[in-house]
């Protein structure tokens, strides 16, 4: 399997009746951009089941980082499957956890010996790491950001500041959150450094002036990349002033590696590109390949709760830590230098792209972790937003999956397996869609 091939109007009409059906029995609270249902996939590949083939440049929410079915985590799922399915972690002990949890501890961007909590999704390890903070500084404040998104449980949504939509109707949520500015370079007039230095300035002259002193913030929660709010990448000044802020005042520093984390990036983490550790970093996602894992990796002397502070029946499922020490091996094994050099190919492309079409005003990113943003108007910036929902559908309809991010962003997270030629691909893709988008809405 290589890539796009469409043989149906879509949608097929074995994928509108699989849509009826959920319809009548599904939470509409799910958002579907587009009507793919899926049947099968072989690595960047995805095919529906009216047989319509795709290059898959979501990935299951960047979660598929070894392709839609790997044999070594098929077999290494397999093996422990046959094996034993749970046997509940927080109670009891099995092998494959120790070893992943001796694996992270390894290469996880925290200085000093590390400590590992299991639990099943991003949100959870976000919930896990406010508990954390709390209780080891005794503060209750937390500093987020404006754009981040960290999941949707009640704690994890008082952090979470992406769409008005996410917050609407489930208040009044966790007290003692504060979030400021996520540096933008692009829209920021000034050098990136000047851009990083305002966005520190807010908190240290605004929010530790205003709001709330230094001394009652327990951590400053961030994302070292910023995946929903639009695959922002900011000034490395910026985690970097980040980090001396947070140890001038005795805070932790929580990295949500949850999108930007395990080889996505071009390295395993996305903090390595600013050379800085954090003391909490949340992982998730791409860890095991599509099996549900959430992980909270933290110094050894913070994450010293006694028994019974915080625990999870099914976190850390025997089947989902063998699925991850697999899905570890391949990105060390190969795929985070893939997704460095194949990144850099879309990357390059992209920008030639940029030349070609007045609709895109910036390309960012690093590694396979790449947005696009899309302009009515280079000099003002003016946000294109149905020009990029536009864009989603014509990509779709011409056998490409992608992702919208932020207001007017498109996100490419392909699995890391993508090879260059599946690259070129998705940027003819891109290209004749853009044409039909720009035919439509004209500037």
Not at 86 to 95: A, I, L, N, V, W
Not at 215 to 240: C, K, N, R, T, W
Not at 252 to 271: H, I, N, P
Not at 296 to 316: E, L, N, Q, V, Y
């Amino acid at each position: 399997m290589f890539g796009p091939d469409i043989r149906t109007p879509l949608p097929g009409p074995k994928a509108r009746a699989v849509i009826e059906r959920d319809a009548r029995v599904v939470s509409p609270s799910y958002t579907r951009d587009y009507p793919f249902v899926i049947a099968r996939g072989e690595g960047a590949v995805v095919e529906d089941v009216d047989g319509n083939r795709f290059l898959d440049c979501a990935a299951g929410i960047a979660v598929n980082s070894t392709g839609v079915s790997h044999p070594d985590v098929v077999a290494a799922i397999a093996d422990q499957a046959s094996k034993f399915l749970h046997m509940s972690g927080t109670d009891f002990y099995y092998e494959p956890q120790v070893r992943l949890a001796e694996t992270l501890a390894a290469i996880v961007p925290i200085a000093g010996e590390v400590r590992t909590f299991f639990a099943n999704s991003g949100t959870e390890a976000t919930e896990a790491a406010i508990k954390l903070a709390r209780y080891s500084t005794r503060r209750q404040g937390v500093v987020a950001f404006l754009g981040a998104f960290h999941g949707r449980s009640l704690g994890a949504l008082s952090l979470t500041a992406s769409k008005a939509v996410q917050r609407r109707g489930f208040g009044p949520l966790l007290p003692g959150v504060y979030h400021a500015p996520y540096p933008d370079a692009y829209r920021f007039a000034g050098s990136a450094d000047a851009c990083a230095e305002a966005a520190l300035a807010f908190i240290t002259d605004q929010m530790f002036v205003h709001l709330a002193a230094p001394d009652e913030i327990g951590a400053v929660v961030v994302e070292p990349i910023q995946g929903e709010g639009g695959y922002l990448v900011p000034p490395s000044a910026f985690l970097q002033g980040l980090r001396e802020l947070t140890r001038q005042h005795g805070i932790l520093l929580v990295a949500d590696e949850v999108q930007s984390g395990m080889g996505r990036t071009g390295r395993m983490f996305a903090l390595e590109h600013v050379g800085i550790t954090a003391d909490v970093v949340m992982i998730a996602k791409g860890i095991a390949s599509g099996l549900p894992l959430g992980v909270t990796c933290a110094r050894a002397d913070i994450m010293s709760w006694p028994p019974g502070a915080h625990a999870s029946t099914f976190g850390g499922n025997p089947v989902s830590c063998a699925a991850a020490n697999a899905t570890i091996a391949l990105l060390q094994g190969g795929l985070v230098e893939n997704a460095a050099a194949v990144g850099d190919h879309l990357m390059g492309g992209l920008r030639a792209l940029q030349e070609k079409h007045a609709l895109i005003g910036d390309v960012r990113g690093r590694g396979l972790m790449i947005g696009v943003e899309l302009v009515r108007d280079r000099q003002t910036k003016v946000r294109a937003t149905e020009e990029r929902n536009a864009l989603v559908q014509a990509m779709f309809q011409r056998g490409v999956l992608v992702l919208g991010a932020g207001r007017n962003a498109i996100r490419l997270a392909p699995p890391l397996v993508l090879t260059v030629a599946q690259a070129d691909e998705v940027l003819r893709v891109f290209d004749e869609s853009l044409c039909e988008v720009s035919a439509a809405h004209p500037a």
